[in-house]
Structures are given as structure tokens and as C-alpha cells.
């Protein structure tokens, strides 16, 4: 089982590589704007990809469930704003779907 | 407390519910595969990386060795890269002193979390995210091991909704003020879509294609929206 520690090891390292070497290169230079352009762009890019289409897969046996709470997050989202109510207050709205619908 | 401890607590609680589940499934699955309690905690202790925490056991069970393993991971983790690169611009001057413990912790919802905060991202911020995010993973691997699956299937299934909804709450404010930010979202959830339909990407690549091609579509919006302003 020695093989499953040096596995482990290189699993590390590959993740936190990639995860630090920007830090390294860019932290202290200058960046030309459409460069910058293109980073800002990145969240935006990235939580798109991130919440689609794996959103419409968390309740693979009730699809209907997970979307009443992204209904939810919507709802409560663009009305009040916020973080906490919002999260919390779909994953109550899934789970009482899944619950009723069981 | 002060806001911005509240705020990154707010914001670490989410990643937190949304991490346990996951991480429960992982310790029971690590079990089912033969690997012993110290295995499961260091995989998720030190590598810290969801989805190829599970893809390497699914290759262990096929007998992959570990030159394979390791290249696949580093494969679908390679879009972190992106991600840091991005967050490297945001950090304030007394962050990146700490940028080696900081870089380990740069997961997708932290990631997510920190590029939505305004001004200068402070350490104090970016450690108790990444802490919350941490302590959630690695309880919840211990916690799936030793106890199974101990909370009830449609609890666990809820609860991971808790990190879409959290992505969805950041970006709701955005996509508000702005329908380019509308457009670049829905794009990107399109196109992801698509490239994991047509299937020929290895897996953790159709997002490094949906950032790359959408970021360097919403930067020539940007780079234009500079000019007018110059203009006007």
C-alpha cells in the first residue's frame, strides 16, 4: 500500500502546483490591459461552466427538486440579496420537495 | 465580530454544507475500495480536490498505475491555474505573504467566492473561507468513513444543492447590474453543456474550454467598454 501513499503525494502536488504558480509569476508585475480584460472575465466564465449543466444533475431522481431550489436562490436572490437565506433557504425547499414527492 | 469576519463566514458556512456531503460520499466510497482510514484522511487532507479525489479511486479499482493517476489529475485540477491566476491580481499586499498557504486552499467555490468580493482581497477573508471549506472536506470524509452513511440519502442530496445556490447567489448581484455578465454566464453554461455532450474532452477540460473561450470573448466587451469611455 506504499503505491497508494506515492499516488496521494502526486495527486498533491499536481493540484497544488498549478494552484500556486500563477501566484508566483503574476503577483508583482505589471499586466497589459487586455490581459486584464481576460482575467476579469475569468469568474464569470468559470461559475457559468461550473453551475451548468451539473445543476440540473444534483437530483438526479427528481430533477423538479433541485431547480425549486435554484427557483428559490432566484427569487430571494434578486429581491433581497444575500448569501445565508438564500443558500440555506434552497436546500430546505429541496429537501421538502424530496421529501413530499417520496 | 467585524462585517468582514461575518461576511467570510457567510459566505463559508454554504461552501461548508456543501462540502460535507460530498466528502461523507467520499470517505464511504474510499472504504468500499479497501483503503484504510489513514489513506482517506490524507487523501482528502492533502490533496484536497473533490471531483479527482474520486475519479483516482475509479481509477485504482481499474487497476490504473500511479504515473496515470497522477497525470489525470493533474488534468482535470489544471483549470486551479486559471483560477489563481485570475484571484493573484485581487490579493492586498499583507495576503501575499501567505500566498503558499493561500494557493493550496483555491478550490472552485472558494475561488467563486473571493473573485465576487469587492476591493482588496484580505487574508483574514481568504483564510476562514478557505478553513470552512477545509474543515468541511476533511470532517466529512472521517465523518463517511467511520459512520457510512449515517444522514438520510434525501438530506445529503439537499444539501449539496448548497453550493449551486451559493454560486447563484454571488451571481445574481452581477448579472443585475450588468447583461454582458448575463450573457457570459448563460454562454459558458451552454457551451460546457455542449462539450460534455460531444464527449472528447478528458474530463475537467470542458471548463478550461469555457473559461478560456468565453473570458477572451467578455475581455474584447471589456477592452471596448474602456475605449468608449475614453472617448466620451
Known amino acids: ?102 | 465580530m467585524t462585517k468582514e469576519v461575518r461576511d467570510a463566514f457567510k459566505s463559508g458556512i454554504p461552501i461548508f454544507i456543501g462540502y460535507v456531503p460530498a466528502a461523507i460520499a467520499f470517505g464511504i466510497l474510499s472504504k468500499g475500495c479497501g483503503i484504510t482510514l489513514l489513506e482517506s484522511f490524507l487523501f482528502s487532507a492533502v490533496v484536497f480536490a473533490g471531483a479527482s479525489q474520486f475519479i483516482a479511486l475509479n481509477l485504482l479499482m481499474t487497476g490504473m498505475g500511479p504515473g496515470g493517476i497522477i497525470l489525470t489529475t493533474l488534468l482535470v485540477n489544471f483549470r486551479h491555474f486559471l483560477m489563481s491566476a485570475y484571484l493573484s491580481t485581487r490579493i492586498g499586499k499583507m495576503a501575499k505573504r501567505y500566498k503558499f498557504m493561500m494557493a493550496f486552499g483555491v478550490t472552485d467555490e472558494v475561488f467563486s467566492v473571493l473573485s465576487f468580493q469587492k476591493g482588496r482581497l484580505s487574508k483574514t477573508f481568504i483564510f476562514i473561507l478557505e478553513i470552512s471549506a477545509y474543515a468541511g472536506w476533511v470532517t466529512g470524509t472521517l465523518a463517511g468513513y467511520i459512520l457510512g452513511g449515517f444522514l438520510p440519502e434525501i438530506l445529503t442530496k439537499s444539501m449539496g444543492v448548497a453550493l449551486y445556490a451559493l454560486l447563484l447567489a454571488m451571481l445574481l448581484p452581477e448579472i443585475k447590474k450588468s447583461v454582458k455578465a448575463l450573457i457570459l454566464t448563460i454562454g459558458s453554461g451552454l457551451l460546457n453543456t455542449i462539450l460534455i455532450k460531444l464527449d472528447f474532452l478528458p474530463n475537467g477540460w470542458t471548463i478550461i474550454v469555457c473559461i478560456l473561450v468565453i473570458a477572451l470573448a467578455g475581455s474584447f466587451f471589456i477592452v471596448d467598454e474602456v475605449q468608449e469611455e475614453i472617448y466620451e
Open chain 1, 1 to 102: 500500500m506504499n503505491n497508494l501513499i506515492l499516488i496521494i503525494l502526486g495527486m498533491a502536488a499536481v493540484t497544488y502546483i498549478p494552484r500556486l504558480l500563477p501566484f508566483l509569476l503574476l503577483s508583482n508585475k505589471q499586466i497589459p490591459k487586455r490581459v486584464d480584460a481576460f482575467l476579469k472575465c475569468i469568474p464569470v466564465a468559470a461559475i457559468g461552466a461550473l453551475i451548468i449543466p451539473g445543476v440540473f444533475s444534483a437530483t438526479p431522481d427528481m430533477p423538479m427538486a433541485a431547480a425549486s431550489g435554484m427557483a428559490f436562490t432566484i427569487i430571494i436572490g434578486l429581491w433581497r440579496g444575500g448569501i445565508i437565506i438564500p443558500v440555506l433557504g434552497s436546500v430546505a425547499v429541496t429537501y421538502l420537495v424530496l421529501f413530499f414527492a417520496a
